[in-house]
């Protein structure tokens, strides 16, 4: 650590992988550095999708921040909301008033669901990109079944056990699965007056064919798992409207139980704070360093930045890719204040794209070769079990893994949707 650490002050906005993967770099230098985030944690996204359909608990993937970064002694880590960015003046302003000057700042703060011009449908078809999602959305499954087994009603069974995923994208493909297999798997088991077995699961793509980053041979693959597993994929079906208990698709309206979102993304509004222009998904474009155009000691990576790659397209929006942008940043930034030296452009070296169909089948995709069945299903549990943050979440994920294959059991079959209240005996407000 020298002198110069201790006087650069670099903020972080944003605790996913871009920004705590920065943070850890800097923080191994000594360099004083501060991370902002609204929430106290660090969330594994990819899995969110298995907290929705009961297979894991919200704590199993997400990692308190203060915990991640305790051992560097220059990290502050601070619970907060940026609402302004002052670039002329170096420094960020917080949802509670007061400031933080920077020498140098860092945008990692993410993507959330892009609903493209109808937000209005988010009350009837919550996405997945935070806990409380993924909670509201299992409560919503769940509370479907339970809804029907209380109905004698047979169309309104069928509706109440009919569940619509919106987006054929890598997360609609696994949550499809997902809902299918707890469906057939583990509330089979449950219920006594409805067979959950019946349950419709449909996979809406707007699109010529689901999982389009991925090669046609594997997207075929896939899509016939997922009718293996009762599924039905409808491609090149646009929604056009959805409501409580319907969707409109295509020329079809479908009465449903839930329907799931997860059609889009859009970058976190923290890019626009900047002033600088963006793209459709406002995400900022940067320099191939990582570094915003036109704006001193600024940079921005993850989801909110926009990032070519060598043949001048968009970088995924990818853990793999935000992980190593913060890896490569925050010792570009070690490297710029200690010696000045310019960084070399970022290199992003793909370590393979995959998805999860159902109970031993996946596709992997490297580029180079490809994967799919049993191998590359092994492969997809060890490369997420990897990721996980923390040594005891990376052990009870396996083992909860290990359980649920040799059970069919999901364990977190709760249901805790806020706008139900706190009901408890049968009676309203716990009476």
Known sequence: MTETDQKQHVVIIGAGFAGVQVARGLGAAGVRTTLLD?????????????????????????????RMLRRFASIEVLLAEVTGIDVDRRCVTLADGKSLSYDILVLAAGATHAYFGHDEWA??????????????????????????EMSDDAAERKRLMTFVVVGGGPSGVELAGAIAELARHTLAKDFHRIDAKSASVLLLEAGPRILTAFPEELARYAKRKLKTLGVTVRENCPVKHISRDSVVAGDDTMPIGVAIW?????????????????????????????????????????????????????????????????????????????????????????RGNAAIVGRQSAIFDFGWS????????????????????????RVLVALQWLWRYVTYDHGARLIVEPERGAACGGLPDGK
């Open 38 to 66: 609204r929430q106290n944690y660090h969330l594994f996204q990819p899995l969110l999708y298995q907290v929705a359909t009961a297979a894991l608990s919200p704590a199993d993937i997400a990692q308190p921040v203060r």
């Open 370 to 393: 490809r994967l799919k069945g049993v191998l590359a299903w092994f492969l997809w549990a060890l490369v997420h079990i990897y990721l996980l943050a923390g040594f005891q979440h």
């Open 123 to 148: 009350e009837f078809a919550p996405s997945l990109k935070s806990i409380a999602d993924a909670r509201r959305v299992r409560s919503r499954l769940l509370l479907s079944f339970e809804q029907a």
């Open 262 to 350: 997860v059609a889009g993304v859009k970058a976190s509004s923290a890019g626009e704070l900047l002033g600088v222009p963006t793209d459709k998904s406002g995400r900022v474009r940067v320099n191939r360093d990582l570094s915003v155009p036109g704006l001193s000691d600024v940079y921005a990576l993850g989801d909110v930045a926009l990032v070519l790659d060598t043949a001048g397209k968009p970088m995924p929006g990818l853990a793999q890719v935000a992980k190593q942008e913060g890896y490569y940043l925050g010792r570009a930034l070690v490297r710029k204040m200690r010696t000045g030296a310019a960084a070399p452009d970022f290199k992003f070296h793909n």
